[in-house]
């Protein structure tokens, strides 16, 4: 097996020849005849490295040819300090270019919140006197109605009641954005409110032919929380089950104590989450399918806004799903002590 070469300051020069030539120490022919030299040397001979070679054949000498590799190893050395230093000044020019994207990412989010908070407050105004109108004409307080008015003031009322409640959203997202989600914390008995919140549903699934299943203890310890704010993401998370799940489908609503913990699990039986999806599905503003002909409607705000006000809480949603086979959301709060 050949030797292997003796570590040597040629190693760090690359092209020394051409470099020899270029400065005139060496004459091209010289050049070649070395490289030719070096290949016609058995394989079972000593390595040798075109520097020697030259030396040997008195191409050059020693002391000159130390200075030559000295010379391009100071020449690599500032090239490579160059390099650095470019380097350097582009990775500076590159981070101030993303302060400064980030700030204005953060002023226009900024003025999103802003809009959002102030157009929701704007549009509260109308809503209070379409209500107002509507309880009135449904009251027969403006006059007799017939079967078909009070058909359509009912649908009319239905759809009024929903943007309201888009409404509230919307305002609900503007404060969590401002860090500003206010909880009136108290004893609260979840499982009441479980059941409140299915009862309230009950209607919605009925014509959507589904089933809207319990699976109740007969009595559980009470937990600290808002009592309102969690209403709402319990109706939240079992409106989203009802809107993903087609007849002959069905949701089932779990509320059950694990110490120290009472737990709120909705299961459902509908289109599933694609697993590379489920890390988008708690953004604001996104829905999985963002087309213009998309089959379920909604501002994309609503697990955005359970995932603030269940953290809020010291807790998080926990979500399982598997595609036509159906999803479930489950949070945990803790016992109050």
Known sequence: MPDQLNLTPEMLVPRLGD??????????????????????????HPRRLLGQILVDLGFI????????????????????EQANAQLEQRVQQRTAELKEALAKLNELNQLKTNFVSNISHELRT??????????????????ELTQEQRTALNTMQKSSDRLEQLIEDLILFS????DQIMLRLQPTNLLDLCRTVVYRNQARASEKSLLLLTDFPEKAPAVSADPQKIDWVI??????????????????????????????????????????KLG???????QLDGSSTRKFGGTGLGLNLCQKIVEAHGSHIVVHSQIGKGSVFEFRLKIEE
Not at 61 to 80: F, G, H, M, P, Y
Not at 175 to 178: D, I, L
Not at 248 to 256: E, I, L, M, Q, R
């Open 126 to 143: 109308p809503m209070t006197h379409i209500k107002g109108y509507l309880e009135l004409l449904r009251n027969q307080d403006l006059g």
């Open 19 to 44: 470099y020899l030539v270029e400065r005139q120490i060496i004459k091209a022919a010289d050049l070649v005849y070395a490289l030719e030299y070096q290949k016609s040397l058995p394989a079972d």
């Open 280 to 286: 988008e599905i708690f953004e604001a503003f996104h």
């Open 61 to 80: 000498s020693q002391k000159r040819l130390d200075e030559a590799i000295t010379e391009q190893v100071i020449q690599l050395r500032n090239a490579l």
């Open 175 to 178: 404060m969590s954005e401002r």
């Open 235 to 276: 109706n939240q998370l079992i409106d989203n089950a009802i809107k993903f799940t087609s007849a002959p489908g069905k949701v089932t609503v779990h509320c059950f104590h694990d110490e120290p913990y009472m737990i709120v699990r909705v299961e459902d039986t509908g289109i599933g989450i694609p697993e590379n």
